[in-house]
């Protein structure tokens, strides 16, 4: 299965940004669909996940309240909503897929990577 992220850019503290990721196709093999960034210098860090399914639905605690993860599932679409956005936001977004199972907030876990889109929050 193929993920093309796309929606990054730059904007200015307090903006929003809404990121895309594609699915090629809609399969077992990524019935959960995440989405991690990484700044420089630090590592892969988790942002939010879904399943396919309204079943389950997880926000990290940094972004809880600003961040709303969705799909739009006849275009085999996942969507991160990112609202007033900060400074700390700034880092390369990717969305990945996994199948159903434990620890769906851990980036070794999945099996599918989209390359990056670029986020800058920046005044």
């Known amino acids: 299965v193929q993920l093309q992220a796309s929606g990054g850019g730059l904007v200015q503290p307090g903006d929003s940004l809404r990121l895309s990721c594609t699915a090629s196709e809609r399969s077992a093999s990524v019935e959960v669909m995440g989405w991690f960034r990484q700044a420089p210098g630090k590592d892969r860090e988790f942002v939010a996940a879904r399943t396919w399914e309204d079943g389950w639905i997880y926000v990290a605690d940094s972004v809880r309240g600003r961040f709303t993860i969705s799909r739009d599932y006849a275009k085999n679409t996942v969507f991160l909503q990112m609202n007033n956005l900060k400074p700390d936001d700034t880092a390369l977004y990717y969305c990945?897929?996994?199948?159903?199972?434990?620890?769906?907030?851990?980036?070794?876990?999945?099996?599918?990577w989209g390359r990056g889109t670029q986020v800058t929050v920046s005044s």
């Open positions: 990945a897929g996994r199948p159903v199972g434990p620890d769906s907030i851990s980036a070794a876990t999945y099996t599918s």
